[in-house]
Every structure is written in structure tokens, then in C-alpha cells.
């Protein structure tokens, strides 16, 4: 098995991608039945930098994490939370709600989206 080896020869501590050579190198990463760790391989990077590259360039558009938020009625009395996620599901929260409960389902909403 014969192995290719690269001779850098200049001062340059770090290669500069195209952004076209990005999104080749991606796209293939990303085809059906694509392993990513061989794409990597194959293309002279380390599989993190494939991983951070398509995080970048697949998420580009992703937009706010939050929208913007409206507020029916000042009271919470016998009221109704309804938060409509990008997808379109929507989530209901029914009844006496409390300002501890508000402040709970928002905290948990702001958790979960940091983790993806």
C-alpha cells in the first residue's frame, strides 16, 4: 500500500482551504455510505477539522436561537403557554401557571438548545 506523503516547505504554520475545496471535501463526507473518517483521511485533514467544517458551512443559516416572543395577556391567571418551535411543533402549557413554572420552561428551553 502505497502512502502519499506531503512536503510543506514554506514558514506557513497552517494550510488555508478554499472554501470551495471545504465544501467538496464535505459534500463528499455527506454522500450516502461515506465514511468520515476516510474522507479525512483522504484528503490530508484530521477528522475534527472535517466535523468543524461541516458544523460551519452546514449551519450557516441556521438564524436566532430564540425568536422574538408575544405576550397575549398580562395575566397568568388560568392561562396558557404556547411556545411554536421553528419545526412547527408547539408546546402547551395549560392552567394556573405561576411565574416559577414560565422561568422553568424557558430555562430548560435555553439548556437544550446549548446542547446541540
Known amino acids: 500500500m502505497a502512502r502519499q506523503i506531503e ?10 482551504w478554499p472554501r ?3 465544501e467538496r471535501i464535505v459534500a463528499a463526507a455527506m454522500a ?7 474522507v ?7 477528522v475534527s477539522q472535517l466535523f468543524r467544517w461541516r458544523q ?5 443559516d441556521a438564524g436566532p436561537s430564540f425568536a422574538a416572543v408575544e405576550v397575549a395577556s398580562p395575566t397568568l391567571a388560568g392561562g396558557l403557554i404556547e411556545v411554536e418551535f ?3 411543533a408547539r408546546l402547551r402549557i395549560g392552567g394556573p401557571i405561576d ?6 420552561a424557558i430555562t430548560a428551553l435555553a439548556r437544550s438548545e ?3
Open 99 to 104: 411565574v416559577a413554572t414560565v422561568s422553568a
Open 40 to 46: 479525512a483521511r483522504a484528503a490530508g485533514i484530521h
Open 7 to 16: 512536503v510543506v516547505t514554506s514558514v506557513q504554520r497552517r494550510r488555508r
Open 86 to 88: 421553528a419545526s412547527g
Open 56 to 60: 460551519r458551512l452546514c449551519n450557516r
Open 20 to 22: 470551495a475545496e471545504k
Open 114 to 116: 446549548r446542547r446541540r
Open 32 to 38: 450516502p455510505g461515506a465514511v468520515a473518517s476516510e
